[in-house]
């Protein structure tokens, strides 16, 4: 299914009764406005960062460290959008400097990452919850590049205002998605110029 932009704009797209608090595993692509290549470039398959492309992945990467009841896996920074796959978890009480969930699985309550010192329960974030914390900290320090660094201003937000999601059901899936992710800057190059606006995501 390709991200269609007249179909997914102002409206939701999440799964219609589905809890997105649950422990789980989510693929997410999230889109740069209007589809400029503000993140970098990509030649001979390989994507040279820019540096808001460098910002949003030092963002993604810290996600965990900021909300313990996030984990991320794969990751690939293109030049007009991101894909990635956000674990979102329960945070059990009173474990801290330790891992639970370790296994692949989906279901596994944190990814296999550690727990910050002190963490505490408290209500759980939902994928929307992550996706919005993540889009509002890049833009905020996008915003800051425009007014400290001369960065370009963009135009009316930063991101798109919807993203596109696909939960993670098994492993198989877990791996195809990962591989995907992984190899994303390789399809980039022979795709034709009409479908880098809004990349589509794998049949899963």
């Known amino acids: 299914m ?4 007249s179909k997914h704009h102002r409206r939701s797209i999440r799964l219609k009764g589905y809890d997105y608090s649950q422990a789980g595993a989510y693929f997410v692509t999230i889109c740069i406005n209007q589809g400029l290549h503000t993140l970098g470039r990509i030649r001979n398959s390989q994507m040279y960062p820019s540096q808001p492309g460098e910002m949003v992945q030092t963002v993604w990467d810290e996600l965990p460290l900021h909300y313990p009841a996030v984990g991320v896996d794969a990751f690939a920074l293109m030049p007009n959008h991101v894909h990635g796959i956000i674990v979102v978890r329960t945070v059990p009480p009173c474990l801290p ?7 692949k699985g989906v279901g596994a309550t944190t990814g296999g990452l550690p727990l910050p010192t002190g963490d505490h329960p408290h209500k759980p974030m939902t994928l929307g919850d992550v996706v919005h914390r993540f ?4 833009t905020a320090k996008y915003r800051h590049g425009v007014s400290q660094l001369g960065w370009t201003p963009f135009p009316k937000r930063f991101w798109q205002r919807n993203y596109h999601e696909s939960i993670i059901r098994n492993e198989q899936s877990w791996d195809t998605i990962r591989g995907y992710i992984l190899n994303n800057p390789i399809a980039w190059e022979s795709e034709p110029l009409h479908l880098k606006k809004y990349h589509p995501q794998p049949d899963v």
């Open 2 to 5: 390709k991200y269609d932009a």
């Open 97 to 103: 400097n330790n891992t639970v969930g370790a296994d």
């Open 135 to 138: 889009k509002s900290l890049t």
